[in-house]
C-alpha cells in the first residue's frame, strides 16, 4: 500500500493502519519527523500505533477477568460492590443504571 493511498482515504481499515504503521516503522524517523514529510496527521498516526500495540498485546497491561452474579435492581435499596483492592463502595437509595454506570467510571478510572 503506497502513502498516496493511505493519504487519499478518510477511513482506514486495519489493514491500511498496519500499513502506515508499518511504513512509519521502516523509515527509522520519529512519528513527528514521518507525519512531517509525508503529510499524515500525528494524531492518526499516533492511534493506530497504539491500536496495534493493544491488538498485540505489547502494551504490557494484564486483563484480569472476576466472575460477578447479577441480581435484578431493587428500589429503594442499596448496593455494595467490592473492589479488587479490597474497599467497598456502598450506594445507598435508588441504584439506577447511570448511577451505577458514573460509579463504575471512576472506580476504573483510579484503577481500582
Do not use: N
Amino acid at each position: 500500500m503506497s502513502m498516496k493511498d493511505l493519504l487519499a482515504k478518510q477511513y482506514w481499515s486495519e489493514r491500511e493502519g498496519r500499513a502506515a504503521v508499518a511504513l512509519w516503522r521502516q523509515s527509522g524517523l520519529s512519528p513527528s519527523k514521518f507525519c512531517a514529510r509525508t503529510g499524515l496527521r500525528h494524531a492518526r498516526l499516533t492511534y493506530w500505533s497504539r491500536r496495534i500495540a493493544g491488538a498485540t498485546g505489547r502494551t504490557g497491561t494484564a486483563i484480569t477477568l472476576v466472575p460477578v452474579t447479577v441480581v435484578p435492581a431493587r428500589r429503594g435499596g442499596s448496593i455494595a460492590i467490592e473492589l479488587l483492592s479490597g474497599r467497598t463502595i456502598r450506594i445507598e437509595d435508588d441504584v439506577d443504571d447511570a448511577l451505577l454506570a458514573r460509579v463504575i467510571a471512576v472506580a476504573e478510572q483510579a484503577g481500582c
